[in-house]
């Protein structure tokens, strides 16, 4: 089993800045592949960004692209997401996600492990 826990999350306006972690622990190794998701009320759950932990490979929603920026610790066995010129559509409860397999899967129904989420809230 692997746990995921996450943090980082808040109240922030709009145009401001965030980073979320994700810390791993359990049987990390059998992971490829860790992501994030989101989940606004009322609506299903969306990808936003995932990366490789062997290889770093990145793989973005294209409402994050160029805003958001995925990254890895190793040492840590933590995955960052951070989280720039935020917008109220951002607004939602964010998922850390990981993988045994190896794509960088835009689908929920891929990922074998998940974090209890952690809220962000941009204000207009």
């Known amino acids: 089993q692997v746990q995921l826990v996450e943090s980082g999350g808040g109240l922030v306006q709009d145009g401001g800045s965030l980073r979320l972690s994700c810390a791993a622990s359990?049987?990390?190794?059998?992971?490829?592949?860790r992501g994030w998701f989101r989940q606004a009320p009322g609506k299903e759950r969306q990808f936003v960004a995932a990366?490789?932990?062997?290889?770093?490979?990145?793989r973005y929603a294209d409402s994050v692209k160029g805003r958001f920026a995925i990254s890895r610790d190793n040492a840590k066995n933590t995955v960052y997401l951070q989280m720039n010129s935020l917008k109220p559509e951002d607004t939602a409860v964010y998922y850390c996600?990981?993988?045994?397999?190896?794509?960088?899967?835009?689908?929920?129904?891929?990922?074998?492990?998940w974090g209890q989420g952690t809220q962000v809230t941009v204000s207009s």
């Open positions: 359990g049987r990390t190794s059998s992971t490829n592949v």
């Open positions: 990366i490789s932990w062997a290889t770093s490979n990145t």
């Open positions: 996600a990981a993988t045994t397999r190896v794509v960088l899967s835009a689908l929920d129904s891929m990922y074998n492990y």
